[in-house]
């Protein structure tokens, strides 16, 4: 299972997907609700939720893409009942309560890819 906002896709988001596909036989990608966006990063998204889930279905690469609950951010996760989250380098919301709340759950953090030049926020309309 993966985590992100996935606004503006790019070549280091594909390779969390695929780093996070060769840990286990099923992806699971959970897209942030906009709600959730606006509140954690304090931005505003270029694409709309359900835009962002539909580029990543055609990326092809996910099992599973699903919305997160805007209110429970860990119902998704209790849901699926992953055996492995992987985290992007970057990833800092939540990650402390997640490995807390989910002890048998294996928590991986995925190294960067070119994170000077795939960063999402460098692709952001400033």
């Known amino acids: 299972m ?14 969390v997907f695929n780093e996070a596909k060769k840990l286990g036989d ?3 990608v959970v897209v ?9 990063k304090n931005i505003t998204t270029q694409n709309d939720e359900q835009t962002r889930v539909n580029n ?3 990326l092809q690469i996910a099992d599973k ?15 699926e ?8 380098y970057d990833q800092i919301a939540f990650t402390e309560d997640l490995i807390k709340s989910f002890p048998n759950i294996k928590i991986v953090r995925l190294p960067p ?3 000077d030049i795939y960063k999402s926020s460098k692709f952001r309309d400033k």
């Open 65 to 79: 893409v699903i919305l997160g609950n805007p209110g429970d951010k860990y119902q998704v996760v209790r849901e």
């Open 2 to 15: 993966v985590f992100g906002t996935f606004d503006i896709l790019h070549p280091g988001h594909l390779f």
């Open 32 to 40: 942030a609700r906009d709600s959730t966006v606006t509140t954690v």
């Open 81 to 88: 009942n992953p055996d492995m989250i992987a985290l992007g």
């Open 56 to 58: 990543i279905i055609d």
């Open 113 to 115: 890819y070119k994170e």
């Open 26 to 28: 099923i992806l699971v």
